[in-house]
């Protein structure tokens, strides 16, 4: 039932939720990349959590930290009708896992937000970061979601999905309108797709219901799909709604 409001000033302060905790963010800011030397994620996931969205708040990870760090095997639930400015360190994801770790599940619904998650350098904005432990969780965005999910992905990682050499599990979208942007990596051939794997990189099931309003997929310019996983397992079911996929 915690309110996290105001501005982050001081570069030593850990910002942790308890497992368990139902938590408000109104138009608080944790500018990690603000700081010279900032050690930490923007909101740091001691278990599962529940974030709803008031205002505009803007989270940001320092060095190799996301801006908002899921724990692996936990989940993360956000709702509500503000804004989130989520956006990972370099080597991290705008929302999702740390460099080197993975990642919990990740759960958009209830209500009609606006979600900006940018990827640091070979991250994904929702999803893992560069080179993760092990397989991160599940993402999903449900029927119940009307709002808005803006994801960028840097270096060989998608806006949604695994980065960089990192791998994550099923991605749902189910409601919403979405806009998932991947980026090239460097290499000839080596860019990511909008929504899917990064490269070196695999997930699970991609599936887009008919119940979407709206899914938005542009791909780094090498990159071979829009919609992709080293599986091919990509089911779009067919909808009244429209799509938009390519570049």
């Given at each position: 039932?915690?309110?996290?409001?105001?501005?982050?000033?001081?570069?030593s302060?850990?910002?942790?939720?308890?497992?368990?905790?139902?938590?408000?963010?109104?138009d608080?800011?944790?500018?990690?990349?603000?700081?010279?030397?900032?050690?930490?994620?923007?909101?740091?996931?001691?278990?599962?959590?529940?974030?709803?969205?008031?205002?505009t708040?803007?989270?940001?990870?320092?060095?190799?930290?996301?801006?908002?760090?899921?724990?692996?095997?936990?989940?993360?639930?956000?709702?509500?009708?503000?804004?989130?400015?989520?956006?990972?360190?370099?080597?991290?994801?705008?929302i999702?896992?740390?460099?080197?770790?993975?990642?919990?599940?990740?759960?958009?619904?209830?209500?009609?937000?606006?979600?900006?998650?940018?990827?640091?350098?070979?991250?994904?904005?929702?999803?893992?970061?560069y080179?993760?432990?092990?397989?991160?969780?599940?993402?999903?965005?449900?029927?119940?979601?009307?709002?808005?999910?803006?994801?960028?992905?840097?270096?060989?990682s998608?806006?949604?999905?695994?980065?960089?050499?990192?791998?994550?599990?099923?991605?749902?979208?189910?409601?919403?309108?979405?806009?998932?942007?991947?980026?090239?990596?460097?290499?000839?051939?080596?860019?990511?797709p909008?929504?899917?794997?990064?490269?070196?990189?695999?997930?699970?099931?991609?599936?887009?219901?008919?119940?979407?309003?709206?899914?938005?997929?542009?791909?780094?310019?090498?990159?071979?799909?829009?919609?992709?996983?080293?599986?091919?397992?990509?089911?779009?079911?067919?909808?009244k709604?429209?799509?938009?996929?390519?570049?």
């Amino acid at each position: 039932g915690m309110t996290i409001t105001g501005t982050l000033t001081a570069s030593s302060v850990k910002v942790s939720i308890a497992d368990g905790a139902n938590v408000t963010l109104q138009d608080a800011t944790i500018n990690g990349q603000g700081f010279s030397s900032y050690d930490y994620a923007g909101l740091n996931l001691l278990g599962s959590a529940n974030i709803t969205l008031v205002g505009t708040s803007t989270m940001s990870g320092g060095v190799e930290k996301a801006g908002i760090y899921v724990l692996e095997n936990k989940t993360l639930t956000i709702s509500g009708d503000g804004t989130i400015n989520a956006t990972g360190g370099k080597y991290a994801a705008g929302i999702g896992s740390n460099y080197r770790d993975s990642s919990g599940n990740i759960i958009i619904t209830n209500g009609s937000a606006t979600i900006n998650a940018t990827g640091g350098y070979a991250g994904a904005g929702i999803g893992s970061g560069y080179k993760a432990a092990s397989e991160c969780g599940n993402i999903e965005i449900t029927d119940s979601f009307t709002g808005t999910v803006n994801a960028t992905g840097h270096y060989g990682s998608p806006g949604i999905g695994s980065g960089n050499r990192s791998s994550c599990g099923s991605i749902t979208i189910s409601g919403g309108t979405i806009n998932a942007t991947g980026e090239d990596g460097g290499a000839v051939g080596n860019g990511a797709p909008g929504i899917g794997s990064g490269i070196d990189g695999s997930c699970g099931a991609i599936t887009i219901n008919e119940s979407v309003t709206l899914v938005t997929a542009i791909k780094g310019n090498s990159a071979p799909c829009c919609i992709n996983n080293s599986n091919r397992n990509v089911n779009v079911s067919k909808r009244k709604a429209k799509a938009k996929i390519g570049r």
